[in-house]
């Protein structure tokens, strides 16, 4: 049976993919949680008309985050953090550490979007890559200082 998916669904696929799923499954999960339709004709003439409205949306999205991306690039960020032997931090720097400063900075950065390959544990500058959309990256410089206030 060929359904059109309202939602991704991990393993089975994307929103307004169409997919060949068992008949029970269909009827017995997908159906009744409104996860799913039946993949008619008509269905699918609606389908083509949601995937067009959905590239329009898409290519609006992108085209701003184009926009901040380029915003972001001259940004510069400061954490100040506790240090002990010299320059290695107690704690470390996260992703939502920076997300939070870029928030104060008035850019509403989603800490999901910093993409860190691993925590930050040192004193010194970084750069950052934020991954704004599928397409569009960004990356802010970020200087790690000591806060001999604590």
Known sequence: MEVILNEAIQG??????????????AHNYLFPRGLASLATPSQRKRLDALR???EVRSQREKEGFQALAEKLQSVSL???AKVHDGEK???S???QDISAKLNEAGYQIDRKAVVLPEAIKALGMYSIKLQLHKDVEAKVKLWVISDESK
């Open 89 to 91: 931090l107690f704690g």
């Open 12 to 25: 089975l696929g994307k929103e307004l993919d169409v997919v060949k799923v068992k008949n029970g499954y």
């Open 93 to 95: 720097i996260q992703a």
């Open 52 to 54: 067009a409205k959905a």
């Open 78 to 80: 400061t954490i100040a």
